[in-house]
Antibody, heavy 115, light 108 residues
Framework: QVQLVQSGAEVKTPGSSLKVSCKAS???????INWVRQAPGQGLEWMGR????????DYAQKFQGRFTFTADKSTNTAYLELSSLRSEDTALYLC?????????WGQGTQVTVSS | EIVLTQSPGTLSLSPGERATLTCRAS???????LAWHQHKPGQAPRLLFY???SRATGIPDRFSASGSGTDFTLTINRLEPEDFAVYYC?????????FGPGTKVEIK
């Protein structure tokens, strides 16, 4: 059974860093893992993706710089690392993958950045 | 980058009515890799259709989708109370994968 399970909600202070995890099961780790953001009151934004077996990230232009995608093949877990957090990083972060076009979603991780 | 435009922005309807949502791409979507997602606040999106018109597992047949190339449509017949949500189209045929701005289907 294909499943993506994300880490729990986080509250962070401005300037700190954060790592959100997305654990894959069901033999899907050879597929790319996408990261999607929804800021408060906004729509869904594709942040980019990583192909875990290659460890290579493909970033949407807006998310180049403070955002890093990594993956641990030994645990089938993908990570979204956010550095120098700002209040505008407050959002719901989602991972997703597709197998033969069928898209599977993680449950989402709420990140709140506040002093 | 493929830009997706959805219309209308908001659809105000009553339960039992039909909703017709459109998604237009700025260029042809590769392999018709166009998906429709239903999204409710605080939840993960729910895949409705993939590959433009293939219904996802568990999606009622009152939902239907069609289209190819640059023009796509999602239709919801006989709206149920649980159908009131925001609907996004997404293309995942070429990077960067992009979402439309969404159509909010609200209760009239």
């Amino acid at each position: 059974q294909v499943q993506l399970v994300q880490s729990g909600a986080e509250v962070k202070t401005p300037g700190s860093s954060l790592k959100v995890s997305c654990k894959a099961s069901g033999g899907i780790f050879r597929n790319h893992i996408n990261w999607v953001r929804q800021a408060p009151g906004q729509g869904l934004e594709w942040m980019g993706r990583i192909i875990p077996i290659l460890g290579k990230g493909d970033y949407a232009q807006k998310f180049q710089g403070r955002f890093t995608f990594t993956a641990d093949k030994s645990t089938n877990t993908a990570y979204l690392e956010l550095s120098s957090l700002r209040s505008e990083d407050t959002a719901l972060y989602l991972c997703a993958t597709d197998i033969s076009g069928y898209i599977y979603w993680g449950q989402g991780t709420q990140v709140t950045v506040s002093s | 980058e493929i830009v997706l435009t959805q219309s209308p922005g908001t659809l105000s309807l009553s339960p039992g009515e039909r909703a017709t949502l459109t998604c237009r791409a700025s260029q042809s979507v590769g392999s018709n890799f166009l998906a429709w997602h239903q999204h409710k606040p605080g939840q993960a999106p729910r895949l409705l259709f993939y590959g433009a018109s293939s219904r996802a597992t568990g999606i009622p047949d009152r939902f239907s989708a069609s289209g190819s190339g640059t023009d796509f449509t999602l239709t919801i017949n006989r709206l149920e109370p649980e159908d009131f949500a925001v609907y996004y189209c997404q293309q995942y045929g070429s990077s960067p994968f992009t979402f439309g701005p969404g159509t909010k289907v609200e209760i009239k």
